[in-house]
C-alpha cells in the first residue's frame, strides 16, 4: 500500500483488508499472496479478523504508556504545590497487574489467561491478603510488647488502629466540640 499503518483510512475498503492481510496468520491464509486474499476475503471474514485485531490492540494498548491526551487537564493554580501530579493521571492494566504479580498471583496466568473481568476479583484478594499479613504482624507486635505497656492498653486495636477499623464506628464529639458548637449556634447579630 506505501503507507504507514498510522495513514491507513478504517473507511477504504481495500485498506482494512491490507491491514487484516498483514496481521493474519500465514497458516490461516494458506500462504496466500495479497491479490488472491483481497478476492476471497468475505464479509464475515473481515469481520471476525476485524474483531481480533480490534481486541489485540485494545491489549496492548493496556501495557503502553499513558498519552498526553490521556492524562487528566488540572488547572495549575488550583492544586497545592506539594501534590504530585501523578496521581491524576488514569491507572493502567500494567499497573494493576504489577502490583498483583508482587503480591503473589501468577505472572503467566495475568498475561496470558487471566481476562479484564478477573481482575477486580483479584485486587480483592490481594487487598484481604494484604490487610491479613497486616493485622498478625500487628497482633504478634502487641504481644511482644504488652508486658512493656500501660494498662490503657487492653486490646490489639488500641495498639494499632488500622484505617479500615475505624470505617463502621461512630465519630464520639467531646465535651468541647459541644460547647463550640452551641456558642456558634447561639449567636446574636451584635456578636
Known amino acids: 500500500m506505501n503507507k504507514p499503518f498510522y495513514e491507513l483510512d478504517p473507511a477504504v475498503e481495500l485498506d482494512i483488508i491490507a491491514l487484516m492481510y498483514t496481521t493474519t496468520d500465514e497458516h490461516t491464509i ?3 499472496t495479497f491479490e488472491i486474499f483481497q478476492q476471497v476475503a468475505d464479509k464475515k471474514v473481515c469481520a471476525d479478523l476485524s474483531r481480533a485485531i480490534t481486541r489485540y490492540f485494545t491489549y496492548i494498548n493496556q501495557f503502553s504508556k499513558a498519552t498526553e491526551s490521556e492524562k487528566e487537564e ?3 493554580l488550583a492544586l497545592d504545590k506539594t501534590e504530585d501530579k501523578t496521581e491524576n493521571a488514569s491507572v493502567r492494566i500494567s499497573e494493576i497487574v504489577t502490583g498483583l504479580i508482587f503480591e503473589g498471583v ?7 489467561e487471566a481476562d479484564i473481568c478477573d481482575l477486580p476479583m483479584l485486587c480483592k484478594g490481594a487487598e484481604m491478603k494484604m490487610r491479613r499479613d497486616k493485622e498478625d504482624s500487628r497482633l504478634w507486635t502487641f504481644l511482644m510488647l504488652r508486658p512493656y505497656m500501660d494498662d490503657s492498653v487492653k486490646k490489639v486495636t488500641d495498639f494499632y488502629p488500622f484505617p479500615w477499623e475505624d470505617e463502621g464506628k461512630p465519630v464520639v ?7 463550640m458548637a452551641e456558642a456558634l449556634l447561639t ?3 451584635e456578636d
Open 187 to 189: 449567636t446574636t447579630k
Open 106 to 112: 501468577d505472572a503467566t496466568y495475568l498475561l496470558n
Open 74 to 76: 488540572v488547572d495549575p
Open 173 to 179: 464529639v467531646t465535651d468541647d466540640d459541644l460547647a
Open 30 to 32: 494458506d500462504n496466500s
